[in-house]
């Protein structure tokens, strides 16, 4: 599929699967996870090793996808040869990603608008591409868990006010999860517009949680 198709029809999928060396250790980490499901806002962010996440999954094998050519490859061939990882997220069902898929677009910081969703299907290693304004109106995800990961277009500024609309919309409506403070990365090409790179790269201070907010969590 070419630019001027993908634009046109918003989604596709790639020819072939992913390549088992970079699925397996993912596959295993959801299937663990799904005995004993934690709060979904804990495996936000599943490909940084400076988050939540971190604490429940090897997030360096979630970044080593999202960084792999494979994906990188397919995203800059219909987007643009700019791309900025500034989020992933593992979803234990397809029940779960597809709620979630409604309000894609809802929460991204980048300003203007603009970058795609991949949508892996654990199960198989099947993925598809879908531009954020469209990722809705994809077909309904495969059984199974799935590994969905962000890539915005660096020609978009990457947005860590937190009265900027989006950011202070995820402070009501997920308070549990804050893209402000995440760190991105550069994952291919240039940065067009500005974005802050530098924020985000230390662990997570540790601290006292008391038994409310560990229930909360799912812990």
Partial sequence: MDVAEFRARGCTALAERLPAALLDAIAQTAQRLAAKPPRQALLSGAH???GRAA???DAWRFLELCESDVLLDAVAALVGPDLVLWDSELYLDAAGWLEARRREGRYWPADPLAGVVVDVALDD??????AVERAHAAPAPAPGAHYVVRYMCATSHYNRDPRFGPNRLLMEENPL????NRPIWLARGEDRAGSNFATGFAPIAPGW?????LREAGV
């Fill in 48 to 50: 940084n090793p400076f």
């Fill in 55 to 57: 604490q429940l999954l």
């Fill in 125 to 130: 290693g099947t993925a598809a591409v879908a």
């Fill in 177 to 180: 999860v804050n893209y402000a």
């Fill in 209 to 213: 949680a008391g038994e409310q907010a």
